[in-house]
């Protein structure tokens, strides 16, 4: 027998199991993080852009976008080499200002400001907070092409120069996490982010839109939306990163905001898209620990990861803590629903985002008998179509005598068949 840990909140969980019957998939040995000089290396290296201090020339006002809590990115590394070269290159300490890319998420808190920027930086740098429903915070800019609005955070309208910092690892729909994101939806208007995420979902068929998926950039209509509405306010740079288990860079591919995310999503794929032989059984999956398993909507990432490696109505084994609950305070409302087609109807005749999730997570219940160690209350585990159990069940599920796969960083990996890697990026 052989022990993995599983990250579950900021604790561990040790898993047995027998490495004749089970595979581990995904890392657990990681490349070493990038040092202050590495990182720099990569910035003086931008990809389809001019260096950054050729870019904010010697003055001016700098807005940097980080994302919220829920992410793990290597942030605070990258935002204290940056602040340090823009006040090099001439931008005065008060004419750099960071705000958080929440999208609809909840605001970020004094302590996660903290823990996002460093004390240091977060005590000295003037923060913003994006409110996706204050018509105040918001400017129109125009519309996409299928009639969408591109609402957007009117403080990329008000400063000279707008650099994102963000890591990229596969999502559910939209492909890749990073890059255009840190602008839309992340500091787009809750209209905006509602409309450019229910291209992830066909209205007709009830279910998942064409094109949509994780890995998938090419022709992916979430995508090609968040494009169009990101160039109605192009940031001047970006810094991209791929992060370890701990929240430590380890690559990153800085410059261009559209052509730079790309090559990090290249660069992601390359390494974290998985081949498996076949489907199996059972498949024991963590979302990372926190942030990853903070709530429910950022857990079912790792929940889709897994279902591309479980054999239909085989077990998925779910750790995720879920110490915020489910993210969202409406999101319980659309487990009311008793299967995931009428879900899918209600998303249908009134689409919400935190919907299309919820039914993202019944549709698995349906297919998987999906069990979960988590923090979250039976009643509400019971009302998703999943069953809660605890680790020492899980850990007997493991020891049955039927094979299947571990993922100890579900959210961080894909799945994918032998010969069937996505071509779509």
């Not at 905006?192 to 890995?215: C, Q, W």
């Not at 199996?280 to 279902?307: M, T, W, Y």
């Amino acid at each position: 027998m052989r022990n993995v840990r599983i990250d579950y909140g900021k604790d561990l969980v040790d898993l047995s199991f027998d490495p004749d019957r089970f595979a581990v998939l995904g890392r657990i040995t990681e490349s070493e993080p990038l040092s202050d000089r590495e990182l720099g290396e990569a910035i003086d290296r931008p990809f389809g852009t001019a260096r950054l201090e050729e870019i904010v020339g010697s003055g001016g006002r700098v807005l940097i976008v980080v994302p919220d809590a829920t992410r793990k990115s290597a942030s605070g590394q990258v935002v204290n080499l940056l602040v340090r070269r823009l006040i090099a290159a001439g931008v005065m300490p008060y004419d750099i200002n960071a705000v958080f890319a929440t999208g609809i998420h909840r605001a970020v808190t004094e302590e996660e400001k903290a823990a996002i920027l460093t004390p240091f930086v977060a005590q000295r740098t003037a923060t913003l907070e994006h409110r996706p429903r204050d018509l105040m915070n918001i400017v129109r800019l125009g519309e996409t092409r299928g009639g969408i609005p591109v609402e957007l955070n009117r403080a990329l309208k008000e400063f000279d120069h707008v650099i994102t910092v963000g890591a990229v690892t596969f999502h559910y729909f939209a492909g890749f996490t990073g890059g255009r994101k840190l602008i839309c939806p992340g500091l787009a208007s809750s209209r905006t982010v509602s409309e450019t995420h229910k291209l992830a979902f066909d209205t007709e068929k009830l279910s998942r839109a064409d094109g949509v998926g994780p890995g998938r950039l090419k022709g992916n209509p979430v995508h090609e939306a968040f494009l169009e509405a990101v160039r109605f306010a192009p940031p001047s740079f970006s810094v991209n990163t791929i992060v370890d288990s701990s929240g430590a860079a380890t690559a990153a591919v800085c410059g261009h905001w559209e052509k730079a995310h790309e090559k990090a999503c290249e660069r992601y794929a390359a390494g974290h898209e998985i081949e498996i032989d076949k489907k199996r059984g059972i498949v024991a999956a963590g979302c990372g620990g926190f942030p990853f398993d903070i709530n429910l909507i950022q857990a079912h990432k790792a929940l889709e990861s897994a279902s591309y490696a479980c054999g239909e109505a085989g077990t998925i084994v779910l750790f995720a803590e879920c110490r915020d609950g489910t993210g969202r305070a409406d999101m319980a409302e659309w487990f009311e629903s008793s299967s995931s087609s009428g879900l899918a109807e209600r998303l249908a005749a009134n689409y919400k985002v935190n919907g299309q999730t919820a039914w993202s997570i019944r549709e698995k219940a349906e297919r998987f008998n999906v069990k979960i160690v988590t923090e979250l209350p039976e009643e509400l585990v019971a009302k998703t179509g999943m069953k809660k159990i605890g680790a020492d069940e899980a850990q007997d599920i493991v020891r049955c005598p039927e094979g299947g796969y571990i993922l100890p960083h579900g959210a961080k990996y894909l799945p994918r068949i032998a010969g069937d890697r996505s071509d779509a990026m």
